[in-house]
């Protein structure tokens, strides 16, 4: 089993900058791939970002491409995720996830949740 560890969010005004952390216990074949999700009060869980380890793949949803960053750092295990230009759209619950492949919808393991708010 993969635990994923989250660090990170928060509160900040619209416009502002948070940055999200995520280290898995382990590194796995089903880990190939790290992902984000959130879920906004009263929606469905969206996709938000993804990387793999080995070339840093990624992609991303076109809600935040071009304001988020999703990075990863092998040496220390992480991967993370640097929301600029924040919008009170963005406000929700950001999970971390890792799987087996670059998906938009499948993954493995999912993290406990991070709340990020922004106000307007």
């Known amino acids: 089993q993969v635990q994923l560890v989250e660090s990170g969010g928060g509160s900040v005004q619209a416009g502002g900058s948070l940055r999200l952390s995520c280290a898995p216990s382990?590194?796995?074949?089903?880990?190939?791939?790290m992902g984000w999700f959130r879920q906004a009060p009263g929606k469905g869980r969206e996709f938000v970002a993804a990387i793999t380890w080995s070339l840093g793949t990624t992609d991303y949803a076109e809600s935040v491409k071009g304001r988020f960053t999703i990075s990863r750092d092998n040496a220390k295990n992480m991967v993370s995720l640097q929301m600029n230009s924040l919008k009170p759209e963005d406000t929700a619950v950001y999970y971390c996830?890792?799987?087996?492949?670059?998906?938009?919808?499948?993954?493995?393991?999912w993290g406990q949740g991070t709340q990020v708010t922004v106000s307007s």
């Open positions: 996830t890792a799987g087996s492949g670059l998906s938009r919808s499948r993954y493995d393991y």
């Open positions: 382990k590194r796995t074949s089903r880990t190939y791939a």
